[in-house]
């Protein structure tokens, strides 16, 4: 492995899952190689926020107004330290070993450094065994792939800041919640930057808490993001391949 340069920040909303925090932070601290930033967006009104304030480093956490998810994962991307960063949910268990050095490493064999990096949350592999998606084929191998298909669930990865500067956002801030993967993906995609890491595990599952059916069962942020989706998926979205694709240096 290639002596780490960067290191990782996670940027995180949650809300109403302290304990589920505090297992993000512990699985990948005890198999990260580096030095992970933890940055978590609290909420002002949620009724467990004590418990955060229990389980959590002061410096791992802001609390604010209760925001949409996009708003909340750019604030933290805006406070983060470090070069690489990570759009999670705190229902991630890290399970691969030097995880952090596997995903700077790929980084660093791009000089520009624009490239959307993908860890396997085995949900995706699942969906694709069931609905058998040519996806599946991703899964065989534990070796790095870009992918060139139809986008597949991705709701945790990672950019450079020199990505999230050149479109001023980790998320796109016109959605509440949903795209945020479909969007990225297919902004790397046409970029042929899009790549998959399937050896390293961020095991994740659908929580069926009172958090995950309150964003899941709102039609209204659902609708909402349909909306938006049909009217900017073009012309916004090309406006970023164009100026991302202006600083590729390979």
Not at 22 to 46: H, I, M, P, S, W
Not at 119 to 146: C, M, V, W
């Amino acid at each position: 492995m290639e002596e780490q340069t960067d290191m990782i920040s996670f940027c995180c909303p949650s809300r109403g899952r302290p304990e589920l925090a505090k297992r993000l932070v512990d699985t990948a601290t005890e198999t990260q190689k580096g030095e992970t930033e933890f940055l978590f967006y609290l909420n002002d009104d949620d009724e467990k926020l004590e418990q955060y304030q229990d389980l959590l480093d002061e410096k791992h956490y802001t609390v604010g107004p209760n925001q949409s998810t996009c708003y909340s994962w750019n604030l933290m991307s805006e406070k983060a330290s470090h070069d690489i960063v990570m759009l999670m949910g705190d229902d991630v268990q890290v399970r691969t070993r030097n995880w952090d050095q596997l995903i700077v490493d790929e980084f660093n064999k791009y000089e520009d450094k624009i490239l959307m990096v993908i860890p396997n949350d085995g949900r995706s592999n699942k969906l694709a065994r069931t609905r058998h998606l040519k996806q599946e084929r991703y899964f065989i191998s534990k070796q790095p792939i870009l992918i060139e298909d139809e986008p597949f669930g991705a709701p945790h990865f990672a950019l450079h800041k020199n990505w999230i500067n050149t479109v001023d956002y980790l998320a796109p801030p016109f959605f509440w919640h949903w795209y945020v993967d479909t969007w990225t993906q297919t902004v790397a995609r046409k970029l042929n930057r899009c790549l998959f890491l399937p050896g390293v595990e961020f095991k994740a599952k659908k929580i069926t808490d009172d958090t995950g059916r309150a964003v899941r069962e709102n039609l209204n942020i659902q609708g909402r993001d349909n909306y938006v989706w049909s009217k900017v998926n073009d012309r916004h979205l090309n406006a970023d391949v164009t100026a991302l694709r202006n600083v590729l240096k390979n």
